[in-house]
């Protein structure tokens, strides 16, 4: 497929307009477009701003309510529940995690969960938010049940990431994975390469193993059985029931404490609920925090420097490639490909943004 | 290889008269004794009491110190850092674990690390500890470096467990699993067996996948390169970095945090060094901890009774099988293979205790 690239503050200003256009106040769309562009910007396509056209469509439905406010349900010094009416993700999850980092200042250290929210971008995101103020975050998300239990064909659980970000030198600690093997966006690429998926990535509607990512997918998008699988597999042999555990771990963390949706009754029809689970924790409880994080930057140093297997030259730690990435990003544009901008320019006619005015200069040229 | 059965109790009392010759009071010996049962009566049996051979080793080399004291080193209200000063490892865990507990009751939620301890047995006892009291549990430990980082040819990072326990009916979700992809014990099992191991689970002395379980452990035997691969195998395509990044965080709950020693320096000759981690959340920080309990239940009974694939008849929820297990096992009795029984009739021998007054009726009749 024909990628272009795009220079990040063009996308940015775009989806500032667009957001306008959709109704949200200009500080809301600003953390909305931080959300989609940090995703651009770390090389996550998938969760940047090729999703405006999904927002818009969950906006259209009204799954989405532009104008919901969070609110405060349940409250301690060191935790919170919030409703989030079915607003904007981004917003729900950037209020939850404020809120976090605002308890854990003052008692060490925080969690809030947030229910009746909706899809809120990358999940690191907001364990950046901490780690970028000397803190541990944590952020996780439940989702649309998309992902099989191990023995089972009826996808009951979301691709639940959870993400962890810790200050270090050079690179942050910053882990954000999905807790399943892979998520939605690499079957579509094989699906778009006409290859077969890898064993052990989804099972077909009867539960078996399927290698034919147009068979899970289009599956998943009738509901017609199986799905995608845990990280670990299909098998115990492989570690399927870790994978398993982890996605139960973040089900807990975002709607079960916060008696919101678990994922397999989420984004059905108009009906978001989608939930997060944040958590934040002051170094500083342990000890001398700058010298915690000299540790942890020694022993990451230690990771890279270690002996690399055969065919391999680099040993990453995480962050690093993101930071390298965003680096790289920030001076060469990010990748757009072109049915991404197709929907975009199809989007903002609909609501009015004036296209050719950022993309003229990319667009089938 | 020939395996007997072994009733709990006798186990038990077993070790109870083994701890004291070793030199523990009665109390520790309790402590110590629940902890390999725990195991045992779950069928996690390499953590059960086929390991006091190997503590009885440690205890002789001077790496685990029977006398040793936990030392609070640092402490708020919410947090503490424990100096282990070489102890046992399941004693340090449960001091570690019980502050932990009694910070988070007054407090909601705490944290406590230790450092400088030994190998303490299943994670999982010690997030159960607070399961057991209507609390979330979650504990976890570094351990010796036998797992290679995604794409290293050197073991860097421990098997590094998480266990996440929180109260539920009819059985409470536990959730206890190493982060790398298995245990060293098995691939012990199909050495003994004399099968390759599954693609994916070893990596040789130059960090290529190796299915010969013999190569992988006497090069970890004699640190001669390659390791047990992270959870997700080897390849990012499996999941390889997202297996590495779960003993990551592990390691920063454990090592990181209390500025001990992280898997790479520890037990390494007469040093152990071992680290853990520990976390306990009170649910009622969220609202009525009866309702959010009430909802994981439902949550996990729906997973049950979800359709399975086809060759299964059950989907299992973590904790399923460990409250089954312990049932039959209590009545029928767990597992001992024969070499550990020999083992234990040397150790018996060495220590002054009188092995067959316990085992006369199992041992080789």
Known sequence: M?????????????????????????????IITDVLLLADLYGIESHGAQRLVRYHKGIASGRIKVDAKPEIIHETPVSAVIDGHAGMGQLMG????SLCIEKAKKSGMAMVSVRNSNHYG????????????????ISCTNSEAIVTPTFGKKAMIGTNPLAFA???????????AA?????????????KAEEPVPEGWGVDENGKVCTDPGRVLDNINARAGGGILPLGG???????????????????????????????????GTLGGTCHGFAVIDPAIFGDPDAIIQHLSDYLEELRESPKADGHDKIYT????????????????????????DEMKDMSEYVGADFMSYFADVYRK
């Open 2 to 30: 024909a990628v272009v690239k795009v220079q990040a503050d063009v996308l940015d200003r775009f989806c500032m307009d667009v957001f306008d256009r959709f109704g949200f106040s200009e500080s809301d769309s600003r």
């Open 94 to 97: 950037h209020y939850g995690m």
């Open 122 to 137: 990358i999940a690191g995101y907001y364990a950046k938010m901490a780690s970028d103020q000397g803190l541990i975050g």
């Open 166 to 176: 810790m200050p270090a030198k050079p690179y942050p600690f910053f882990f954000d």
């Open 179 to 191: 807790t399943s093997i892979v998520t939605r966006g690499k079957f579509e690429i094989y699906r």
């Open 234 to 268: 299909a098998y115990e042999l492989t570690g399927s029931h870790k994978g398993y555990g982890n996605a139960m771990i973040v089900e807990i963390l975002s709607s079960i404490l916060s008696l919101g949706l678990t994922s397999n009754h989420t984004n059905i």
């Open 318 to 341: 995480h962050g690093q490639k993101e930071v390298e990435g965003l680096a790289r990003r920030k001076k060469e544009g990010v990748d757009v490909d072109m049915k991404t901008l």
